[in-house]
């Protein structure tokens, strides 16, 4: 394990390092925006505080809460609908003695299609626009209950048009790192601190130079403390209670803010209730999240819904689910 250890901590301390991506001001714009939107629900019930949390949803987080997995497993995420279209995602995450969890995921925002139409309103063609992204992760443990995680991801942008359309279809494609670390029961505490840098990589270019976008970079900072766990003497009883800060990499000095709460109870069955309310996250706007996940023999299902309307997402925000089958 020495040799994958090391790899991953030293691309986490040369990201971190590196500076900002960009020297942009996120006053001029990012492209990519649909990479911040929430994935899976358990990221929405707890509002995105995520970052110092584990589980198979880390890696749309922060990959070094993949590395306490016990097993491997395959997830399906679906909303119904994100920036008014559909998010589908795809993880397969493998738990190896050797090198920890190694995973691969696919993320669809389907932005659906719309008609094409002259000034006397005869149908002319049909537009659609969709982002895929993929995403290679790889997560262990090391100098005990420090874990590390690292992501490539292949981000392409794809707008086609079929009919009669005065511009060919457009595909812009980049590719972005998430890197993270995470702390657990830090010194006997109870606490778990966790960091992340996401989306950092080059600009997204649709049509030439002058006219790319810079990544949206986040750097985050979060703490998790397990209540429950530490005062409560109950098997299998949890109660944490999260506090994350997300801010531009490219332009600090004004952070979201993320708090949560979970509880579960149980090993295998278990079930666990979360709550989560942010404050000046990018694409949504103040408001609570909660949502419930539960474990039954190989089965993993999570279930949410955001209570903050408007935003990107419409009026009525989507509800979100996930289904996870272990292999044990």
């Known amino acids: 394990m020495r040799g994958p250890a090391v790899f991953l901590l030293a691309a986490v301390a040369s990201l971190f390092a590196a500076g900002p991506v960009t020297a942009q001001s996120a006053s001029a714009g990012e492209g990519a925006l649909f990479l911040l939107l929430p994935v899976g629900p358990k990221g929405v019930s707890v509002a995105r505080a995520m970052t110092a949390l584990e589980g198979p949803e880390a890696v749309w987080w ?67 626009l969709r982002y895929h992204t993929g995403i290679l992760s790889a997560s262990t443990a090391v100098l005990g209950d420090l874990a590390v995680g690292l992501s490539l991801k292949v981000i392409q942008s794809r707008q086609a048009c079929r009919g009669q359309c005065l511009d060919a279809g457009v595909t812009a494609t980049t590719y972005a790192f998430d890197a993270g670390a995470q702390w657990r029961d830090l010194a006997g505490s109870g606490v778990t601190l966790g960091a992340a840098l996401v989306h950092a990589g080059p600009s997204l270019q649709v049509i030439n130079e002058e006219q790319a976008d810079p990544l949206p970079t986040r750097v985050r900072l979060a703490a998790s403390y397990d209540v429950l766990g530490r005062w409560v003497e109950v098997p299998d009883l949890a109660g944490l209670v999260t506090l994350e800060v997300e801010d531009r990499w490219s332009d600090l000095g004004d952070p979201a803010v993320y708090a949560a709460t979970e509880v579960s109870a149980g090993a295998n069955p278990s079930i666990a209730l979360r709550a989560g309310y942010s404050w000046g996250a990018d694409l949504q706007v103040d408001g609570a999240g909660v949502g419930v996940g539960v474990r039954y023999e190989s089965f993993d299902l999570g279930i949410s819904k955001s209570l903050a309307s408007g935003g990107l997402a419409g009026q009525n925000e989507p509800i979100h689910f996930s289904l996870g089958f272990v292999f044990r």
């Not at 493998?94 to 006397?120: A, M």
């Open 62 to 128: 922060n990959p070094a809460g993949l590395a306490t997995l016990e097993h491997s497993m395959v997830s399906l995420t679906r909303s119904e609908e994100a920036i008014t279209g559909e998010a589908t995602a795809l993880s397969g995450l493998l738990r190896s003695e050797k090198l920890g969890v190694l995973g691969l995921s696919y993320l669809l925002v389907d932005l659906g299609d719309e008609e094409i139409r002259d000034s006397e309103g005869n149908f002319l063609g049909q537009l659609s």
